[in-house]
């Protein structure tokens, strides 16, 4: 199978801008710098010293032309600098992205250490101080994530940075979708480094093997801001019936099999997210074997109406939906369809059995949250415990906090 070096990918980029722009951002910008926080949208910029392109490193001043930060600048945006530092100069080269990617690396270092997880992300945007820029490690499979053509022309520092300080057999890029027009003959699920795969990359995660597509698949082809909680489920899930709701690729139905349930019903709209589910249950036979399961094809709403209506119940009701929230303007009907969804799944829950539910959209947050969905369980919450980010998805401003969980219990 044909290899693919990075060089030859590198070579099609646009150069790095040589000129810096010098910005100056209103009084409220200036506030929300001083506290670390890295976006600088449009209407907050008073003055630029010229109009950049994608990728010009902008040079952020206050009203009195003392230095508050430096980020990539992106006019097709309304987060028109994405900020890589704040309160020290630092010049945006080789050298300060090698640091960086150490850094991240470093917060990572227990999960690669570990020996039982070889997949997790490695760099999480904003909060490893690299907006717009996401890493997934599968294995020896790194994944890129861009979602501003910022980066384009820091790909030569930045790529070859990265696999030295994360070694990998394969590189691939995935991208979102405005960056499509303005790519330089990149595309998204393009091999950057080595040989396309000929199926599902593997990996390992807490002893368990899972397969994630990272050409075509959602994101980067999985989801691992939940492998925590995914444990959790393991741990309470011995000799239970286990209710599985937007199962996607079966992560928290592997775990509970893994942990012993008796059954796993894994339930979602998608039948390739299913067909997933089933390839991940068989890559684990040796410790879900005893557990039946079952997958059910449909839209969550109704699924969890019919289960009610057939009178099923379950021991662990898991309910993980995808962000209901995208704008700000989403927020309440996200919380009414949360409320939905934990009124009628907790009444799916056996007496003293688990209720788990979670939520992944930054617009609500967690008081918000825990709020609707406890507001809806009719029944007293038995030892609720909440929990957040994993290690690999450190939090460091208030947007960057999007995953929120409920555990608890019914005593009816």
């Known amino acids: 199978m044909m290899q693919v070096e990075l060089s030859d990918v590198l070579n099609v980029l646009p150069l790095r801008p040589q000129r810096n722009m010098a910005v100056h951002v209103r009084p409220a910008a200036e506030r929300a710098l001083r506290y670390g926080h890295p976006w600088v949208f449009e209407d907050s910029i008073k003055k630029l010293s010229f109009e950049g392109q994608p990728g010009n490193i902008a040079v952020i001043f206050d009203q009195k032309d003392r230095f508050l930060a430096v980020g990539l600048y992106d006019p097709e945006s309304e987060i ?3 900020v890589l530092q704040h309160g020290k100069g630092a010049k945006i080269n080789r050298d300060w992205f090698q640091q960086t990617l150490q850094t991240a690396a470093h917060i990572r270092e227990p999960l690669a250490a570990s020996g039982h997880t070889n997949g997790y992300r ?12 996401v890493v997934d490690r599968y294995a020896e499979t790194l994944v890129v994530k ?3 053509s910022a980066w384009l022309p820091h790909l030569r520092d930045v790529l070859p940075v990265l696999m030295a300080v994360q070694r990998c057999e394969r590189l691939v890029l995935r991208m979102s979708r405005n960056m499509e027009s303005v790519a330089h003959g990149l595309h998204d699920g393009m091999v950057l480094y080595g ?4 199926g599902p990359v593997e990996f390992t995660e807490n002893s368990l093997c899972f397969a994630a597509d990272v050409i075509h698949g959602h994101k980067t082809g999985y989801f691992f801001d939940q492998r925590d909680n995914r444990q959790r489920v393991r741990e309470l899930s011995s000799g239970a019936d286990v209710l599985d709701v937007f199962a996607y690729s079966g992560g928290f139905s592997v775990y509970a099999a893994a942990g012993g349930a008796k059954s796993v019903l894994s339930t979602d709209i998608s039948g390739p997210a299913l067909d997933s589910a089933k390839h991940n249950f068989a890559l684990n036979r040796d410790v879900t074997g005893d557990a039946h399961h079952e997958t059910l094809l449909g839209d969550a709403f109704e699924v969890l109406q019919q289960l009610k209506n057939q009178r099923r119940q379950f021991d662990v009701v898991v309910i993980d939906p995808p962000a209901f929230a995208k704008r700000q303007s989403e927020v309440d009907g996200a919380l009414g369809a949360y409320a939905r969804l934990a009124e009628v799944g907790s009444r799916l829950v056996r007496d003293g059995g688990h209720f788990v539910m979670a939520s992944c959209s930054s617009r609500v947050n967690p008081a918000e949250f825990f709020a609707a969905v406890e507001h809806a369980i009719p029944f007293p919450l038995r030892n609720p415990i909440t929990t957040g980010h994993a290690l690999d998805h450190p939090v460091t401003f208030p ?5 929120k969980c409920l555990f608890t219990q019914f005593a009816r």
């Open 399 to 403: 947007e960057g906090e999007y995953l």
């Open 122 to 133: 490695l760099v999480y945007g904003e909060n490893d101080h690299l907006p717009g820029f």
């Open 195 to 198: 040989d396309m795969p000929d």
């Open 146 to 148: 861009l979602y501003t």
């Open 80 to 82: 028109r600098i994405k």
